[in-house]
């Protein structure tokens, strides 16, 4: 019987070890900008996180006593998890347990140490803390994880409204923020919508990748030519398609090429020289997976 022992190098590159490590790493970052840039400056971002920063300055400010806000995270985030056990998967539960403990253990050890920042701009601080805890938030969904809060909500309000996930948790935020300008004042709530927009945004660039390659489709009669420019001149991949002029009922081919941002000049000039009439569309991709691009991930 050969029994086989995975070397350290391999146990590391295992899926589940990555997934966690990098959730770590972006629950940390998420912590550190609540309590360096948002926190402090009573700047609401949404979610429970936000909800968290009212309550715990109105508390405060009422009945002067402070309620930890990172305790108040994995209160909500707990009730919301336990509704939500019996509709997801045990994989989306253990993750989301670790997302919700490691995001309060965070917040509560980096409020101990932080330092406060932005407290003289905070306008600065609602950008740096909006994107550095949306990189946080970026990472951990990368990983197949989540940090509890708006996420269950929507996923939960999803089923029983005629709404999407993205469209309730707008809603949700807003409603935060709402409460925000009723407990800070307008200003203070508008630099938190300043923050969810910038987390939004970041999130967005984490997962999808920033834009540096373009779709390019071609519709001309001299798509042949086209597409032996292509293939010989610029020494790239281009795909053949049918199309169907709705208008006129004539069928045409069209050409779809995908191509990184400084090829796209190049990629004009060779249909204007060949056919100045030709439709050209050009599009972002946010990635491109595949030959002559980045490799498909393990």
Known sequence: MVTRTLSPVRVLKARPVRDYALMTAGLALTAFGLDAFLIPNRIAAGGVSGLATVIYYTLRELARFDLSIALQVFLMNAVLL????????????????????????????????????????LLLAALYGGAISGLGVGLVFKAGGNTG???????????RFPLGVG????????????????????VLAMYGAVAIFVGSATIDVVL???????????????????????VHEMGRGATSLQATGVWTGEERKMLFVVLSRNEIDSLKRVVATIDPTAMVVISDVHETIGEGFKSMPG
């Open 82 to 121: 336990v509704v939500a056990a019996s509709q997801r998967g045990l994989t989306y539960v253990a993750k989301t347990i670790y997302g919700i403990i490691g995001l309060s253990l965070f917040i509560e050890l980096f409020a101990r140490f932080n330092p406060i920042v932005g407290s003289e701009d």
């Open 167 to 186: 469209q309730i948790m707008l809603a949700v935020d807003a409603a935060v923020t709402l409460l925000a300008a009723i407990a800070f004042g307008p």
């Open 208 to 230: 999808e990748g920033i834009s540096v390659e373009k779709a390019v489709f071609i519709i001309s009669d001299e798509h042949d030519s086209i597409a032996q420019a292509v």
């Open 149 to 159: 809060g708006t996420d269950i909500v929507a996923q939960l309000l999803s089923r």
